[in-house]
C-alpha cells in the first residue's frame, strides 16, 4: 500500500466542527492520533491529542502541521486552495485538489457531472443582470439563483418565483459569480454515502432519505423510500463521482428524486467531499461508521462493510433542542450524541440521537 498509516501515526485535519470531532473520535478508536487546525476553537479540540489555532494562511504553522502529521484531511469543503497546494506539497492530502476544486464551485461542479452523463437541475451561468434576465428566460420560474461558492445551508440563494424582480433578486446574490437552476420538482431529498480506498475500491452505505426544516438536515430515515433499481443507479452514480474524481475517502452526493408517470429518477444536487450529516447514523446502525470509513480511507486501509444494522431514523438537535438531552437519555433504545458546544444558538447543531431498529 503506498502512503499507507499505522496505529499510532496521527492524522491531520483541517476544521474544528463535530465533523472533525466525530472523525478524531473513529480514529482514537482505531489506535491513530489526530491533530486539528482550525483558526477558531470548536468541539474537535476537546477529543484530539493535539490541536493548532491558526489562520489558513499562516504558513508556518501549516508547515509545522505538516511535518507532524502522514496525512492531511477536512471537514469542511471550503478549504482555500492556496492551503491545500501547501499542504500537498508536504505530505498527502486525501481527498485531493481535484475535488476541492470541483465541488467549490457549482458551475465547475455541474458542468463536471453532466460530462460524466450524471443529470443535473438545468443550468447557467450569472454574472450579470442581463444573463439573469436571459437565463430565466430559458429556464423559467420558479428558479434558483445560487452563489457559485461559499453557499451552504440554502445560504446565498433566492427562489426566483412569478412576479420577483429580477433586479432585487440580482442585488440580493447575483453580484457574486453566480448560476441560476431550474426548479427540480422533486419528491424527496436523498444522500448517498460512500467512500472510494487508495486500491481504487469503492463501497457505499444505503441511500439516505432527508429531511429539511429552514434548509437545515431535521431527520434522516435509511432505508430510503426509493425503488431497488433507482438505489442502485443512485449509488453506482457516487461510485463512479468518486472514481472520476481519482477521490480518497468518503464522499457525498445530494440528490433529488424525481417521480414521474409512476417511475423514478435521479437528479444530482451537490457533491460534499466529506463526511455528512446524513450519514450520523453509521455511528450505531451499521458496521462501519462513516467516521471510520474515512480513516481507513485516508490511511490506505481497506475499507469496512457498510452493511446496516436495521431501519434508521436520525434526528438532529437544533438549537434550542440540545435541552432535550435529559429526557433522551431516558428513551429507550436512542443512542445520543452531544456535541459539547456550550451555546444552544438557533440553527446550531448541538447533537444528534438515532434510533436503529432491527428488521423483521
Ligand atoms: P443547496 O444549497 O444547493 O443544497 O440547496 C438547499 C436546498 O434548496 C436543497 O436541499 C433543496 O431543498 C432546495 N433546492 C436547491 N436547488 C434546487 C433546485 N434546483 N430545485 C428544487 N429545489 C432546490
Given at each position: 500500500?503506498t502512503?499507507a498509516?499505522?496505529?499510532?501515526?496521527?492524522i491531520?485535519?483541517l476544521?474544528?466542527?463535530?465533523?472533525?470531532?466525530?472523525?478524531?473520535?473513529?480514529?482514537?478508536?482505531?489506535?491513530?492520533?489526530?491533530h486539528?487546525?482550525?483558526p477558531?476553537?470548536?468541539?474537535?479540540?476537546?477529543v484530539?491529542?493535539r490541536?493548532?489555532?491558526a489562520?489558513?494562511?499562516d504558513?508556518?504553522?501549516?508547515?509545522?502541521f505538516?511535518?507532524?502529521?502522514?496525512l492531511?484531511s477536512?471537514?469542511f469543503?471550503?478549504?482555500?486552495?492556496g492551503?491545500?497546494a501547501?499542504?500537498?506539497?508536504?505530505?498527502?492530502?486525501r481527498?485531493?485538489?481535484?475535488?476541492?476544486?470541483?465541488?467549490?464551485?457549482?458551475?465547475?461542479?455541474?458542468?463536471?457531472?453532466?460530462g460524466?452523463?450524471?443529470a443535473?437541475?438545468?443550468?447557467?451561468?450569472?454574472?450579470?443582470?442581463?444573463?439573469?434576465?436571459?437565463?430565466?428566460?430559458?429556464l423559467?420560474r420558479?428558479?434558483i439563483?445560487k452563489?457559485?461558492?461559499?453557499g451552504?445551508?440554502?445560504?446565498?440563494?433566492?427562489m426566483?418565483r412569478?412576479?420577483?424582480?429580477?433586479?432585487?433578486?440580482?442585488?440580493?446574490?447575483?453580484?457574486a459569480?453566480?448560476?441560476?437552476?431550474g426548479?427540480?420538482?422533486?419528491?424527496?431529498?436523498?444522500?448517498?454515502?460512500?467512500?472510494r480506498g487508495l486500491?481504487g475500491?469503492?463501497a457505499?452505505?444505503?441511500?439516505?432519505?432527508?429531511?429539511h426544516e429552514?434548509?437545515?438536515l431535521?431527520?434522516?430515515?435509511?432505508?430510503a423510500?426509493i425503488d431497488a433499481?433507482?438505489?442502485?443507479?443512485?449509488?453506482d452514480?457516487?461510485?463512479?463521482i468518486?472514481?472520476a474524481l481519482?477521490?480518497?475517502?468518503?464522499?457525498?452526493?445530494?440528490?433529488?428524486?424525481?417521480?414521474?408517470?409512476?417511475?423514478?429518477r435521479?437528479?444530482?444536487n451537490?457533491?460534499?467531499?466529506?463526511?455528512h450529516?446524513?450519514g450520523h447514523?453509521?455511528?450505531?446502525?451499521?458496521?462501519?461508521?462513516?467516521?471510520?470509513q474515512?480513516?481507513?480511507?485516508?490511511?490506505?486501509?481497506?475499507?469496512?462493510?457498510?452493511?446496516?444494522?436495521g431501519r434508521?431514523?436520525?434526528?438532529n438537535?437544533?438549537?434550542?433542542q440540545?435541552h432535550?438531552?435529559?429526557t433522551?437519555?431516558q428513551t429507550?433504545?436512542?443512542?445520543?450524541?452531544?456535541?459539547?458546544?456550550?451555546e444552544?444558538?438557533?440553527?446550531r447543531?448541538?447533537?444528534?440521537?438515532?434510533?436503529?431498529?432491527?428488521?423483521?
Open positions: 500500500m502512503h498509516l499505522k496505529p499510532g501515526d496521527m491531520g485535519v476544521g474544528s466542527g463535530q465533523l472533525g470531532r466525530m472523525i478524531a473520535m473513529a480514529a482514537a478508536r482505531l489506535g491513530l492520533r489526530t486539528i487546525y482550525c477558531d476553537p470548536g468541539p474537535a479540540f476537546d484530539c491529542a490541536h493548532t489555532m489562520a489558513y494562511d504558513e508556518a504553522a501549516l508547515a509545522a505538516a511535518d507532524s502529521v502522514g492531511v477536512y471537514e469543503e471550503n478549504v482555500p486552495a492551503t491545500a501547501f499542504l500537498a506539497a508536504r505530505c498527502p492530502v481527498p485531493g485538489a481535484k475535488a476541492l476544486a470541483t465541488s467549490q464551485d457549482r458551475f465547475v461542479e455541474k458542468t463536471f457531472l453532466n460524466i452523463g450524471i443535473t437541475a438545468p443550468f447557467a451561468v450569472v454574472d450579470s443582470l442581463a444573463d439573469l434576465k436571459t437565463a430565466v428566460a430559458r423559467g420558479p428558479s439563483l452563489t457559485r461558492r461559499l451552504y445551508d440554502g445560504k446565498g440563494q433566492v426566483i412569478n412576479g420577483h424582480d429580477l433586479a432585487q433578486a440580482f442585488d440580493t446574490v447575483g453580484t459569480p453566480s448560476i441560476l437552476e426548479f427540480v420538482p422533486f419528491a424527496r431529498e436523498v444522500s448517498v454515502i460512500g467512500a486500491d475500491a469503492f457505499a452505505f444505503d441511500v439516505c432519505e432527508n429531511e429552514e434548509h437545515i431535521a431527520r434522516t430515515l435509511v432505508p423510500r433499481d433507482t438505489a442502485r443507479a443512485a449509488m452514480m457516487a461510485g463512479r468518486a472514481a481519482d477521490y480518497v475517502g468518503v464522499l457525498t452526493v445530494e440528490m433529488f428524486l424525481v417521480e414521474e408517470g409512476g417511475a423514478q435521479i437528479v444530482v451537490e457533491i460534499a467531499p466529506r463526511v450529516n446524513s447514523w453509521t455511528i450505531d446502525g451499521a458496521v462501519t461508521s462513516q467516521f471510520e474515512h480513516v481507513r480511507a485516508i490511511c490506505g486501509w481497506p475499507l469496512g462493510s457498510p452493511r446496516r444494522h434508521i431514523d436520525m434526528h438537535l437544533i438549537g434550542a440540545g432535550d438531552w435529559e433522551l437519555l429507550p433504545g436512542v443512542c445520543l450524541h452531544l456535541y459539547g458546544k456550550h444552544a444558538r438557533a440553527g447543531k448541538m447533537g444528534h440521537w438515532t434510533r436503529v431498529t432491527p428488521e423483521g
